[in-house]
Each structure stands twice: as structure tokens, then as C-alpha cells.
């Protein structure tokens, strides 16, 4: 083939979308983890939005931990490097807070109680990811992790704009992990999981 039909067949080629580029460089260090259906769903969508607007609750702790904790500020750090857009993430740990100001460009890391910060924000998110306040032993700090999240959701949940997603990570199953309650509250409004993975993700009518 001549250095013109190269040239040519090139041209003609579509260039990667930034989906592809997204998940050639996350699927890596993601694909083997059970959040990569749920990081893959919500990058897709946020990615296909004009304008972005990510706020999470609960930011990363420890740098590389891909399989441990997901390093999910750093995904949506990705997003708005590529796209125009804001991006916060909040949490009550100062150490994660230094640790996530240092790694990410677009996402800015706020040290503050989460509740009480959802429930002073006032630009309309498209993606509200749920993702503070550990899951662990015994059954009384579980719950306190489902109530808190419950709390998180309700604070912001009237600024939260129609289509915007809802979010949570550790799930385990129905009854299982961090959105125990979140289920029921939105189940209780008619809203169904468009994706019930370890991640689950909603979407606001």
C-alpha cells in the first residue's frame, strides 16, 4: 500500500471517542474489579454530557488501590480533564483530602462534613456518587453506613436536576451494603436501578 493510501485510509478511520479513550486507559488498572461495570456505565454517560458536574461523597485513600477502593476520584478526574465541567469530591478525612488534591487536576477535594455540604450545594449535578463512611463489622456500624448515606441523599436530593444519576458503591446484594437504605427510599419513589452491580446506579425522572 503507497504512503497516500495510508494517508488516506486514516483519514477515513474514526478516531477513538473519548469513551475509547477512557477505557483503554482504565480497564487496566479496572477491568478485573467488580466495579468496572459500574464505572464503565456512569464514564459513558457523564462523558456524552455538555457539562459535567460530579460531586461525591467520599474520596479516595490511598494512591494505586484500584482493586481495593476503586480510586473512583480519580475517574471522574479523567472526565473533566476532558471535558468542561466541576468536579468535588468531600470528606471528613484531612489525610485523604491532602492525598486526593495531590493527584487530581479538575477534582477538587473539600475537607467537610459530607451531610452538611450536599445540603449547600447549588450546582445542578449530573452525577451524585455515594461513596463515604465505611461498610465494615459489626452489623451497628453497618447500618450507620446505610443511614448515613440515606442522610447524604436527602440533602441534596432537591437540587439533584431530572436524568442526573445516583450512584453508591459497595453493594453486595440487595440487603447487603452501603445502599440498603438508599434502595428503599427510592424504590419507595418508583425508581429502579438502571445498573445493580457492586455499583448501583440510579437515575432521577
Known amino acids: 500500500m503507497t504512503s497516500t493510501s495510508l494517508a488516506l485510509q486514516a483519514e477515513l478511520e474514526p478516531l477513538p471517542s473519548l469513551y475509547d479513550r477512557w477505557e483503554a486507559e482504565f480497564r487496566p488498572l479496572?477491568?478485573?474489579t467488580g466495579r468496572w461495570e459500574g464505572f464503565s456505565y456512569i464514564a459513558k454517560d457523564q462523558l456524552e454530557r455538555t457539562r459535567p458536574v460530579i460531586v461525591e461523597a467520599g474520596t479516595m485513600?490511598?494512591?494505586?488501590?484500584?482493586?481495593?477502593?476503586?480510586c473512583s476520584t480519580l475517574v471522574w478526574d479523567w472526565i473533566l480533564r476532558h471535558k468542561p465541567g466541576r468536579g468535588v469530591s468531600v470528606d471528613v478525612d484531612m489525610n485523604a483530602v491532602q492525598?486526593?488534591?495531590?493527584?487530581?487536576?479538575?477534582?477538587?477535594?473539600v475537607c467537610y462534613d459530607s451531610v452538611s455540604f450536599l445540603?449547600?450545594?447549588?450546582?445542578?449535578?449530573?452525577l451524585v456518587y455515594l461513596d463515604s463512611c465505611d461498610y465494615p463489622e459489626p452489623l451497628e456500624t453497618r447500618i450507620n453506613s446505610c443511614m448515613h448515606q440515606a442522610a447524604e441523599l436527602g440533602a441534596?436530593?432537591?437540587?439533584?436536576?431530572?436524568?442526573?444519576l445516583i450512584a453508591s458503591d459497595d453493594s453486595f446484594d440487595a440487603q447487603n451494603g452501603k445502599p440498603a437504605i438508599t434502595r428503599l427510599i427510592l424504590h419507595g419513589l418508583g425508581i429502579k436501578p438502571e445498573l445493580d452491580s457492586y455499583i448501583v446506579v440510579w437515575r432521577k425522572p
Do not use: V, Y
Not at 485513600?61 to 476503586?70: Q, V
Not at 492525598?99 to 479538575?106: D, F, H, M, R, Y
Open 61 to 70: 485513600r490511598r494512591a494505586g488501590n484500584w482493586a481495593g477502593d476503586g
Open 30 to 32: 479496572l477491568g478485573h
Open 156 to 164: 441534596i436530593w432537591s437540587r439533584i436536576p431530572s436524568g442526573c
Open 119 to 126: 445540603r449547600a450545594w447549588n450546582d445542578p449535578p449530573t
Open 99 to 109: 492525598l486526593t488534591s495531590g493527584l487530581c487536576q479538575e477534582m477538587q477535594a
